[in-house]
């Protein structure tokens, strides 16, 4: 694919190293000091604004697939988008940073059917895509990171090995597991592997489960200590991020309360939010999470635009005993020194954003629908012909590791065992490496 981004931002760069190596790319942005940071690359980067539709037709807007702005201005990524639909096909994915540019662009469409919105193919607001990471890791108790497929009929679980766990040094062979469940990866070290039956569970490493929905709750109740709902949760920040996921935690029966340092930001949020406590002080501040028996806590989430601060808050709170530390980071390399030093979730902004242009947008043609483990592993889908030779999965000679998690047949969602037989028009969804995941597409092909 033809991949042009408008804005030279951290957000872009992530995007850009992401998939440079498989697509072809070109970055344009008005000043040249923000392109010099991505010389280490290999793309193409531009000099201009893409509000002069000289300067897109000079990128060849014209033949790219994708156009994505991602600059730190709502107005001329929203304008940009238009310009570029205006004298191409390529789909167009555009970035806002205020709620108001993203309820405004729904508004268009859905409301008002106005063409112009329907020139914007995907909105983009990230501090939604955080919340809505991190609401789906925080109502499943325990969980490091859930995932649904199928229409919610089979989903993903991802669970550490704690040091008291029966699993530790145990075969994966001698370890009982529901019919429902199926074992697709494990990382140890920040590594992922594709497990076999020999392979031992180590204490920390995280073990990935697919399988139906009831089968996970039963395998999480009992090997994960998942036993107990999430009833009360701690946010330290009232940001954007921090507002919103206490306004969706607020259609639960979840009880939330905020921690945010700037009392006029309290005093806003205390004018929207209808059943959350409001706490003016820092979360760094040892005396105020006693106070507020923080120990106390299922899940704390610490969500303030300043890494160093989260991870005190976090360690902090996890000192103090709460179950659960989920913590906002700037990128990859920062989740996985949080995780090593005892946070339990360390979840990017900007990775959730290129997590679901990558799963939503620009892979769906190839079959990926999800990625895990900071893009080490997908889940691929695919869809047998109906001159696929049946077989049972034991016979599979596939080129590198993976695992069939889940057969969709009709309107039946079947978790495989060794016996199954694979059918013609079945389609599959099958978990591998990322590395791999060409290699397996081309053999079921």
Request: with cysteine; glycine share 6%.
């Amino acid at each position: 694919m033809k991949i042009i981004i408008y804005g030279a931002n951290s957000m872009a760069a992530g995007i850009a190293a992401e998939f440079f190596e498989d697509h072809d790319i070109i970055v344009i942005d008005p000043i040249q000091k923000n392109l010099d940071s991505f010389a280490n690359l290999d793309i193409g980067i531009m000099l201009g604004d893409a509000l002069n539709i000289k300067v897109l037709k000079q990128a060849d807007v014209m033949n790219s697939d994708c156009f994505i702005a991602v600059s730190d201005n709502d107005e001329s990524n929203i304008i940009s988008c238009l310009m570029a639909r205006q004298i191409s096909n390529a789909q167009t994915i555009c970035f806002v940073r205020k709620k108001e540019s993203m309820e405004s662009l729904n508004s268009l469409k859905d409301e008002y059917k106005s063409s112009y919105a329907q020139y914007i193919d995907h909105i983009i607001w990230p501090q939604k895509l955080l919340v809505q990471e991190i609401f789906k890791i925080i109502t499943v108790p325990d969980a490091l990171d859930v995932e649904n497929f199928a229409k919610g009929r089979a989903r993903l679980f991802e669970y550490r090995i704690k040091e008291d766990s029966e699993l530790i040094n145990k075969k994966l062979k001698d370890c009982y597991f529901n019919s429902e469940v199926l074992v697709v990866g494990i990382v140890r070290n920040d590594e992922l592997f594709i497990p076999n039956g020999d392979s031992e569970f180590k204490q920390n490493d995280k073990a990935i489960l697919m399988g139906s929905p009831i089968g996970l709750d039963i395998a999480a109740s009992e090997l994960f200590e998942a036993k107990g709902k999430v009833k009360k949760i701690a946010i330290i920040g009232g940001g954007s991020v921090g507002y919103e996921l206490a306004l969706a935690l607020e259609k639960t029966k979840m009880r939330s309360k905020i921690i945010e340092i700037n009392y006029k930001r309290c005093e806003t949020l205390s004018q929207n939010l209808k059943n959350t406590l409001l706490l003016h002080g820092s979360g760094t501040s040892l005396e105020l999470l006693e106070q507020e028996e923080i120990g106390r806590c299922d899940v704390v989430v610490a969500i303030t635009n300043n890494d160093e601060k989260n991870l005190l808050c976090s360690l902090l709170s996890k000192q103090l005993g709460a179950k659960k530390i989920i913590t906002r980071v700037s990128e990859n390399a920062t989740a996985n020194l949080f995780e090593r030093v005892g946070v339990d979730v360390a979840i990017s902004q900007r990775d959730a954003c290129i997590t679901e242009i990558k799963n939503r947008i620009i892979e769906t043609r190839a079959g990926v629908i999800a990625t895990v483990e900071r893009g080490q592993g997908e889940i691929v889908e695919l869809a047998l012909s109906q001159n696929f030779v049946q077989k049972p999965l034991w016979e599979l000679k596939t080129p590198a590791n993976c695992v069939v998690a889940i057969i969709k047949r009709g309107s039946k969602v079947i978790i495989p065992k060794g016996k199954t037989e694979i059918k013609p028009l079945d389609t599959l969804l099958v978990f591998t490496k990322t590395n791999d995941a060409q290699s397996i597409k081309e053999y079921f092909k």
